[in-house]
């Protein structure tokens, strides 16, 4: 099945500064990435999503990159502040799963006041 | 996007007793729901889709006699977890599949079995 990849799993900025994650995937099928946020005790919540036909999306301070020939895409956030500490998820969906959701194994970002 | 409401946020349980979860689409109809199961540091766990008049379709290695799901209204899954025992322990959270294959999660149930 797919398997998403993704780095860092702790990543440790001051507040500011920008914060980038990376996944990647196996699944050339794949067409959908999300992104989600997760604080602790919570469901994940969706922050930004690309598609396949598009190379980059930004939402004020998110960003997200897609190089379908790598098959990797990042989440990027720039002028982090301390409420942006949550772990954050990617996503992408797999063909041979009816298109379901593959999970990265998140990546617990904490922003230094 | 879907607003998804999930209850109870959590529970505590003897061993062998039976808990159920339910989770409700506020604003979308919901075909397919999806529940998932997440350890401490983990990552999210697909467990099982529910489809809404049908029969849920069910992951490899997760027990439908365990995990026992409906989903009778457009609005409103169940996951019960039956003869609950203390490795079903978990955070168990329920997604709505909306528009453009937009995913929305509940708020979770922690479920501690002792």
């Known amino acids: 099945g797919e398997n998403v990849e993704q780095h860092p799993s702790t990543l440790s900025v001051q507040e500011g500064d920008s914060a980038v994650i990376k996944c990647t995937y196996s699944d050339s099928a794949s067409n959908y990435f999300p992104w989600y946020k997760q604080e602790l005790g919570k469901g994940p919540q969706l922050i930004i999503d690309?598609?396949?036909?598009?190379g980059e999306k930004k939402d004020q301070r998110i960003a997200v990159t897609l190089n379908k020939t790598a098959k990797h895409f990042s989440l990027h956030i720039t002028e982090t502040q301390p409420e942006d500490s949550a772990v954050y998820f990617c996503a992408a969906n797999v063909r041979s799963n009816d298109y379901k959701l593959s999970f990265g194994a998140g990546t617990t970002v904490t922003v230094r006041a | 996007g879907a607003v998804v409401s999930q209850h109870p946020s959590r529970v505590i349980c003897k061993s062998g007793t039976s808990v159920k979860i339910e989770c409700r689409s506020l604003?979308?109809?919901?075909?397919?729901m999806f529940w998932y199961r997440q350890f401490p540091k983990q990552s999210l766990m697909l467990m099982a889709t529910?489809?809404?008049?049908?029969?849920?379709?069910?992951e490899q290695g997760v027990e439908k006699d365990k995990f026992l799901i409906n989903h009778a209204s457009l609005t409103l899954s169940t996951l019960t977890v039956t003869s609950a025992h203390p490795e079903d322990s978990s955070f168990y959270i329920c997604s709505v599949k909306g528009f453009n294959e937009k995913l929305f999660f509940g708020s979770g149930t922690q479920l501690s079995v002792l």
């Open positions: 690309i598609r396949s036909n598009v």
């Open positions: 604003d979308f109809q919901a075909t397919t």
């Open positions: 529910s489809n809404e008049g049908s029969k849920a379709t069910y």
